[in-house]
Protein backbone atom coordinates (compact mmCIF):
# COMPACT_ATOMS: atom_id res chain seq x y z
CA UNK A 1 0.00 0.00 0.00
CA UNK A 2 3.45 2.23 -0.17
CA UNK A 3 3.38 2.31 3.11
CA UNK A 4 6.99 0.62 3.29
CA UNK A 5 9.74 1.75 0.81
CA UNK A 6 9.81 -0.89 -2.47
CA UNK A 7 12.93 -3.54 -1.96
CA UNK A 8 15.82 -2.97 -4.50
CA UNK A 9 14.92 0.93 -4.86
CA UNK A 10 18.53 1.70 -3.97
CA UNK A 11 19.96 -0.74 -6.55
CA UNK A 12 18.02 0.74 -9.26
CA UNK A 13 19.48 4.37 -8.05
CA UNK A 14 23.07 3.22 -8.35
CA UNK A 15 22.68 1.71 -11.98
CA UNK A 16 21.18 4.99 -13.01
CA UNK A 17 24.31 6.51 -11.42
CA UNK A 18 26.33 4.38 -13.70
CA UNK A 19 24.68 4.90 -16.71
CA UNK A 20 25.59 8.64 -16.05
CA UNK A 21 29.26 7.97 -15.68
CA UNK A 22 29.32 5.88 -18.75
CA UNK A 23 26.56 7.32 -21.31
CA UNK A 24 26.86 10.93 -20.05
CA UNK A 25 23.47 10.74 -20.02
CA UNK A 26 21.29 10.51 -16.92
CA UNK A 27 18.43 7.42 -17.06
CA UNK A 28 15.77 7.62 -14.97
CA UNK A 29 15.00 5.03 -12.37
CA UNK A 30 11.83 4.19 -10.69
CA UNK A 31 10.36 6.88 -8.66
CA UNK A 32 11.28 5.79 -5.03
CA UNK A 33 8.28 5.70 -2.51
CA UNK A 34 8.24 7.35 0.99
CA UNK A 35 9.35 5.47 3.51
CA UNK A 36 6.56 4.55 6.26
CA UNK A 37 7.06 7.24 8.95
CA UNK A 38 5.53 5.35 11.96
CA UNK A 39 2.60 7.51 12.84
CA UNK A 40 0.10 4.55 12.16
CA UNK A 41 0.55 0.96 12.09
CA UNK A 42 -0.95 -1.34 9.24
CA UNK A 43 -3.21 -2.67 11.60
CA UNK A 44 -4.42 1.45 12.79
CA UNK A 45 -4.58 1.71 8.77
CA UNK A 46 -7.12 -0.82 8.57
CA UNK A 47 -8.98 0.12 11.20
CA UNK A 48 -9.16 3.86 9.90
CA UNK A 49 -10.52 2.22 6.73
CA UNK A 50 -13.31 0.41 8.27
CA UNK A 51 -14.34 3.52 10.41
CA UNK A 52 -14.60 5.36 6.96
CA UNK A 53 -16.54 2.63 5.12
CA UNK A 54 -18.86 2.62 8.12
CA UNK A 55 -19.30 6.36 8.11
CA UNK A 56 -20.24 6.43 4.11
CA UNK A 57 -23.00 4.21 5.29
CA UNK A 58 -26.21 6.55 5.53
CA UNK A 59 -28.85 3.74 6.49
CA UNK A 60 -28.47 2.84 10.50
CA UNK A 61 -29.61 -0.66 9.93
CA UNK A 62 -26.86 -1.27 7.78
CA UNK A 63 -24.25 0.36 9.70
CA UNK A 64 -25.26 -1.65 12.60
CA UNK A 65 -25.11 -4.79 10.13
CA UNK A 66 -21.75 -4.24 8.99
CA UNK A 67 -20.27 -3.71 12.47
CA UNK A 68 -21.59 -6.60 13.93
CA UNK A 69 -20.23 -8.78 11.13
CA UNK A 70 -16.68 -7.12 11.52
CA UNK A 71 -16.36 -7.67 15.47
CA UNK A 72 -18.00 -11.37 15.05
CA UNK A 73 -15.37 -12.06 12.56
CA UNK A 74 -12.53 -11.24 14.77
CA UNK A 75 -13.93 -13.33 17.55
CA UNK A 76 -17.25 -14.37 19.27
CA UNK A 77 -19.35 -11.91 21.25
CA UNK A 78 -21.70 -11.69 23.83
CA UNK A 79 -25.30 -9.59 22.92
CA UNK A 80 -24.45 -7.24 25.67
CA UNK A 81 -20.55 -6.51 23.89
CA UNK A 82 -22.27 -5.62 20.37
CA UNK A 83 -24.87 -3.95 21.93
CA UNK A 84 -22.39 -1.60 23.87
CA UNK A 85 -20.30 -1.62 20.69
CA UNK A 86 -23.11 -0.24 18.59
CA UNK A 87 -24.00 2.37 21.14
CA UNK A 88 -20.66 3.85 21.01
CA UNK A 89 -20.97 3.97 17.08
CA UNK A 90 -24.17 6.02 17.41
CA UNK A 91 -26.57 3.65 16.40
CA UNK A 92 -30.42 4.47 17.36
CA UNK A 93 -31.13 2.02 20.76
CA UNK A 94 -34.20 1.05 18.83
CA UNK A 95 -32.14 -0.10 15.34
CA UNK A 96 -29.64 -1.90 17.34
CA UNK A 97 -32.14 -4.38 19.39
CA UNK A 98 -34.00 -5.06 16.13
CA UNK A 99 -30.39 -5.78 14.42
CA UNK A 100 -28.93 -8.28 17.58
CA UNK A 101 -32.51 -9.61 17.74
CA UNK A 102 -31.91 -11.06 13.93
CA UNK A 103 -28.49 -11.65 14.78
CA UNK A 104 -29.68 -14.01 17.32
CA UNK A 105 -32.37 -15.50 15.37
CA UNK A 106 -29.98 -16.98 13.35
CA UNK A 107 -27.17 -18.21 15.92
CA UNK A 108 -24.53 -15.33 14.97
CA UNK A 109 -25.39 -14.11 18.71
CA UNK A 110 -25.32 -17.13 21.09
CA UNK A 111 -24.51 -16.23 25.05
CA UNK A 112 -24.82 -19.57 26.29
CA UNK A 113 -22.41 -21.42 23.58
CA UNK A 114 -20.14 -18.17 24.36
CA UNK A 115 -20.34 -19.16 28.35
CA UNK A 116 -19.93 -22.89 27.98
CA UNK A 117 -16.96 -22.29 25.54
CA UNK A 118 -15.23 -19.51 27.70
CA UNK A 119 -15.16 -21.67 30.77
CA UNK A 120 -13.57 -24.63 29.04
CA UNK A 121 -11.28 -22.24 27.50
CA UNK A 122 -10.26 -20.40 30.47
CA UNK A 123 -10.28 -23.50 32.83
CA UNK A 124 -7.96 -25.24 30.78
CA UNK A 125 -6.01 -22.41 29.68
CA UNK A 126 -5.78 -20.47 32.80
CA UNK A 127 -7.00 -22.48 35.31
CA UNK A 128 -9.77 -20.84 36.95
CA UNK A 129 -12.13 -21.58 39.16
CA UNK A 130 -16.34 -21.23 38.86
CA UNK A 131 -16.36 -18.32 40.98
CA UNK A 132 -13.43 -16.35 38.89
CA UNK A 133 -15.04 -17.98 35.77
CA UNK A 134 -18.43 -16.17 36.35
CA UNK A 135 -16.94 -13.19 37.55
CA UNK A 136 -15.57 -13.22 33.63
CA UNK A 137 -18.73 -13.79 32.16
CA UNK A 138 -20.91 -11.28 34.30
CA UNK A 139 -18.28 -8.52 33.56
CA UNK A 140 -18.82 -9.31 29.64
CA UNK A 141 -22.80 -9.01 29.60
CA UNK A 142 -23.98 -12.40 30.17
CA UNK A 143 -26.75 -13.33 32.22
CA UNK A 144 -27.08 -14.69 35.30
CA UNK A 145 -28.55 -18.04 34.44
CA UNK A 146 -26.81 -18.38 32.04
CA UNK A 147 -23.27 -18.03 33.68
CA UNK A 148 -24.73 -20.42 36.66
CA UNK A 149 -25.67 -22.90 33.68
CA UNK A 150 -22.01 -22.53 31.99
CA UNK A 151 -19.67 -22.60 35.32
CA UNK A 152 -22.06 -25.89 36.94
CA UNK A 153 -20.81 -27.98 33.97
CA UNK A 154 -17.81 -27.99 36.11
CA UNK A 155 -17.86 -30.30 38.73
CA UNK A 156 -16.23 -29.80 42.21
CA UNK A 157 -13.53 -33.07 41.13
CA UNK A 158 -12.47 -31.06 37.99
CA UNK A 159 -11.63 -28.17 40.08
CA UNK A 160 -9.46 -30.03 42.02
CA UNK A 161 -7.39 -31.91 40.03
CA UNK A 162 -6.80 -28.79 37.96
CA UNK A 163 -6.13 -26.77 41.31
CA UNK A 164 -3.50 -29.80 42.13
CA UNK A 165 -2.16 -29.37 38.41
CA UNK A 166 -1.17 -26.15 38.88
CA UNK A 167 -0.03 -26.09 42.49
CA UNK A 168 2.57 -29.19 41.40
CA UNK A 169 3.69 -26.79 37.99
CA UNK A 170 4.43 -24.10 41.31
CA UNK A 171 6.40 -26.51 43.44
CA UNK A 172 9.85 -25.87 42.03
CA UNK A 173 10.01 -22.13 41.74
CA UNK A 174 9.37 -22.76 45.37
CA UNK A 175 11.67 -25.27 46.65
CA UNK A 176 13.64 -23.39 49.35
CA UNK A 177 11.59 -20.72 50.02
CA UNK A 178 10.55 -20.44 54.05
CA UNK A 179 7.46 -23.34 54.67
CA UNK A 180 5.46 -20.12 55.77
CA UNK A 181 5.59 -18.09 52.75
CA UNK A 182 5.40 -21.20 50.02
CA UNK A 183 2.19 -21.96 51.66
CA UNK A 184 0.84 -18.83 51.56
CA UNK A 185 2.53 -18.12 48.02
CA UNK A 186 0.52 -21.32 46.87
CA UNK A 187 -2.71 -20.80 48.23
CA UNK A 188 -2.54 -16.75 47.29
CA UNK A 189 -2.00 -18.25 43.68
CA UNK A 190 -4.88 -20.36 43.88
CA UNK A 191 -7.00 -17.75 45.68
CA UNK A 192 -6.41 -14.75 43.02
CA UNK A 193 -7.75 -17.99 40.12
CA UNK A 194 -11.19 -18.01 42.12
CA UNK A 195 -10.73 -20.91 44.30
CA UNK A 196 -11.90 -21.22 47.63
CA UNK A 197 -9.19 -20.35 50.83
CA UNK A 198 -10.25 -24.35 51.77
CA UNK A 199 -9.88 -25.71 48.95
CA UNK A 200 -6.35 -23.90 48.08
CA UNK A 201 -5.49 -24.86 51.22
CA UNK A 202 -6.36 -28.44 51.42
CA UNK A 203 -4.45 -28.83 47.88
CA UNK A 204 -1.46 -27.41 48.80
CA UNK A 205 -1.23 -28.98 52.08
CA UNK A 206 -1.48 -32.41 50.33
CA UNK A 207 0.49 -31.21 47.46
CA UNK A 208 3.53 -30.45 49.85
CA UNK A 209 3.15 -33.19 52.16
CA UNK A 210 3.52 -35.45 48.87
CA UNK A 211 7.05 -33.96 48.46
CA UNK A 212 8.08 -33.99 52.30
CA UNK A 213 7.87 -30.77 53.14
CA UNK A 214 6.13 -29.54 56.31
CA UNK A 215 2.96 -27.41 56.07
CA UNK A 216 2.37 -24.91 59.25
CA UNK A 217 -0.68 -25.01 60.24
CA UNK A 218 -2.88 -21.35 60.62
CA UNK A 219 -5.80 -19.60 58.95
CA UNK A 220 -5.48 -19.59 55.57
CA UNK A 221 -8.33 -17.47 54.14
CA UNK A 222 -8.14 -14.73 51.94
CA UNK A 223 -6.82 -12.26 55.06
CA UNK A 224 -3.50 -14.37 55.48
CA UNK A 225 -3.12 -14.77 51.04
CA UNK A 226 -0.32 -12.14 49.92
Known amino acids: DGAFPEEGA ?3 GEAADGAEGRGGRRRRGKRRRAPWDGSRSPWEEGAAREERSEQKTSDPEARAREICLRLLTGSPRTRAQ ?3 ALKRKGIPDDVAEGVLGRFADVGLIDDAAFAQAWVQSRHAGRGLARRALAAELRQRGVDQETVSEAVEALDSEQEEARARELVERKLRSTRGVDPV ?16 SGLAY ?16 GDWGAGDTP
Open 10 to 12: AGE
Open 181 to 196: KRTRRLVGMLARKGYS
Open 202 to 217: RVVKEVLEAEGDDVPE
Open 82 to 84: LAE
